[in-house]
């Protein structure tokens, strides 16, 4: 069985503790409005242009047979393009990317495992991330399975957009979740994120109850979820949990801007939440009991 990849990122010191490597997965359920992954949306392969790197040397268009690049790299016709990756094999500038590789859990594992002794001298391991890995249900349950015979540290970082019996197979062998949580509002969920919330909140809490470590990621987006009382809706949330979990900040930002353009999609956003606007949340989530990252 062949899962969709788009990154294998070694040596992550941010998604999970120790050194790690992060696998990149292909698809997602949500539409965030401030997404900074958009090349991980489409359960399908995707062709990036880099406008900025083009050389003009029109290697790309010679090796397109369906006519997609006929005016240019630039002026990519998606509606012709088969995501043969020919293009982005003969660009001598990196100008062009396949964003997708399909790769077996054992490719996956021989990658990740040649960085095995990082992970065994700082407690690390293995994180599958994305887009949503329990989109490729199948072949993440495979790949952890796999990482788990040779030993390995695994966490999900997950939106929880999933049946509870796919999360609960999925949560036996993983060791750890980074659980992404945006807002409690269910008005608010369905407007940012285009899903009601009902099912992530629902799998949270039995996720917390089955006894699984779990730290919350609650991204802060200026003029979406940035608000006291979103602020304080979430701590309750968490709070009424067992065991408390942790919470993590993640201040929004703008490095996946220039993802959109290359990929031919539209970017809404504007704001940038200032430093100093987590820094009050993290105070404010502090004097309510809560431990923060
Ligand atoms: S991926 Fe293939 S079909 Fe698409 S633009 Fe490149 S060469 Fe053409
Ligand atoms: S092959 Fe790469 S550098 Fe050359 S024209 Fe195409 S995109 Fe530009």
Not at 35 to 49: F, M
Not at 69 to 79: C, H, M, Q
Not at 101 to 107: G, W
Not at 140 to 163: D, I, P, Q, R
Request: proline share 5%.
């Amino acid at each position: 069985m062949n899962g969709l990849i788009f990154d294998i990122q070694r040596f992550s010191i941010h998604d999970g503790p120790g050194i790690r490597t992060t696998v990149f997965m292909k698809g997602c359920p949500l539409r965030c409005a401030w997404c900074h992954n958009p090349e991980s949306i489409s359960d399908e392969p995707q062709i990036a242009v880099y406008r900025h790197k083009c050389i003009g040397c029109g290697e790309c268009r010679s090796v397109c047979s369906t006519g997609a690049l006929a005016d240019g790299p630039e002026f990519i016709d998606r509606s012709k393009c088969r995501t043969c990756g020919k293009c982005a094999e003969i660009c001598p500038n990196e100008a062009i990317k396949l964003i997708g590789l399909s790769m077996t859990a054992a490719e996956v594992v021989d990658t990740v495992m040649r960085d095995a002794i990082y992970y065994e001298t700082s407690g690390g391991g293995v994180t599958l991330s994305g887009g949503e890995p329990l989109r490729q249900y199948e072949f993440s349950l495979a790949l952890l399975g796999e990482l788990k015979k040779h030993g390995l540290y695994t966490a999900v970082e997950t939106c929880g957009a999933c049946s509870w019996e796919k999360l609960e197979a999925i949560a036996n062998l993983t060791d750890l979740f980074l659980y992404d949580l945006k807002m409690i509002d269910p008005a608010g969920h369905l407007r940012f994120c285009g899903a009601d919330n009902s099912l992530i909140l629902d799998n949270a809490r039995r996720l917390a109850a089955h006894g699984s470590d779990i730290i919350f990621r609650v991204p802060v987006i200026p003029g979406c979820n940035d608000s006291p009382n979103d602020i304080i809706a979430i701590a309750d949330f968490i709070i009424s949990l067992p065991n408390t979990p942790l919470i993590e900040l993640m201040p929004y930002h703008r490095i996946g801007r220039g993802k959109y353009e290359a990929l031919g999609m539209r970017f809404d956003l504007t704001e940038t939440c200032e430093p100093e606007n987590v820094d009050s949340i993290k105070e404010r989530l502090r004097e309510m009991g809560m431990e923060v990252i």
